[in-house]
């Protein structure tokens, strides 16, 4: 015999799925980054407020620069 509470789960996952995929429909899709794009942004350093162009640095040391996006 089927509990209360495993209706109650099975409600409440079907409408948090449901609204999950509702809520996918209207987010943007994300967009590869082109090499130019790369190129262009600022980078700033952690300790001393340094700010470089990533095209610079990758000219003169050959640095590998790894882009993270922070949500929001």
């Known amino acids: 015999m089927v509990t209360v509470?495993?209706?109650l789960k099975t409600v409440?996952?079907?409408?948090?799925?449901?609204?999950?995929?509702i809520t996918d429909w209207f987010q943007t899709k994300p967009a590869w980054?082109?090499?130019?794009?790369?190129?262009?942004?600022e980078l700033k350093t952690t300790g001393?407020?340094?700010r470089h162009k990533a095209k610079t640095l990758w000219e003169?040391?050959?640095a590998v620069v790894?882009?993270?996006?922070?949500p929001g």
């Open 48 to 50: 001393v407020h340094e």
């Open 12 to 21: 409440g996952l079907f409408v948090a799925e449901l609204i999950s995929s």
């Open 66 to 70: 790894m882009v993270v996006r922070r």
């Open 33 to 41: 980054a082109s090499l130019g794009v790369l190129e262009d942004t």
């Open 60 to 62: 003169k040391t050959g």
């Open 5 to 7: 509470t495993t209706v």
